[in-house]
């Protein structure tokens, strides 16, 4: 499966330039890929679709006056506050593991994935198989999660999340 989210990543890397997902299924048969990784990741990327949208129809604007506006539109949604702590439930831990959840937080700290984007990364690597989920497989999900919402990460995360960390040399 994530061989074919690297394959739609590299050649639709502006995401409203991915075809439906019926189009995009023949696409990725027409590529060779097996109907059964195309179906799996065409599953994933509809998941990944709704989290997509969902999230940023409840986003407020960056004004005082867009968040009171998003909050009446959606007074279920509070923007998460600065003091919060994320608590991982058991099947997280487990699925996910300490390597990835280790990465998530690094990511997180760092200020380069929001709130937002962290549930969202959480939520598909939860319908990802394998368990736990591999590192690699995880800057994927996170790839994934950047272009559902038409961003490209800074230049130094995406070195980090494409970067092969195997032949790095520690200094």
């Known amino acids: 499966m994530f061989e074919v989210l690297v394959y739609v990543y ?7 330039a991915c075809p439906e997902l019926q189009r995009l299924g023949r696409k990725l048969t027409a590529a060779g890929f097996e109907a059964e990784e195309i179906q799996a990741a065409l599953v994933w990327l509809d998941g990944l679709n709704i989290a997509a949208q969902v999230t940023q129809i409840g986003l407020p604007a960056k004004t005082p006056a867009g968040i009171a506006g998003a909050l009446a539109v959606h007074p279920g949604i509070q923007p998460q506050s600065a003091d919060s702590l994320r608590v991982y439930s058991t099947a997280e831990q487990a699925h996910l593991g300490a390597q990835s959840l280790g990465f998530v937080s690094f990511l997180e700290s760092s200020g380069v994935l929001p709130s937002h984007m962290r549930e969202i990364v959480i939520d598909r690597a939860m319908a990802a198989p394998g368990e736990p989920v591999t590192l690699d497989d ?5 790839l994934m999660v950047y272009w559902s919402f038409g961003e490209e990460p800074d230049a130094l995360v995406l070195d980090e999340l494409c970067d092969d960390t195997a032949f790095r040399v520690a200094h």
Do not use: A, F, S
Not at 10 to 16: F, H, I, K, M, S
């Open 10 to 16: 590299e050649n639709y890397w502006q995401g409203d």
């Open 138 to 142: 995880l800057k994927i999900i996170v």
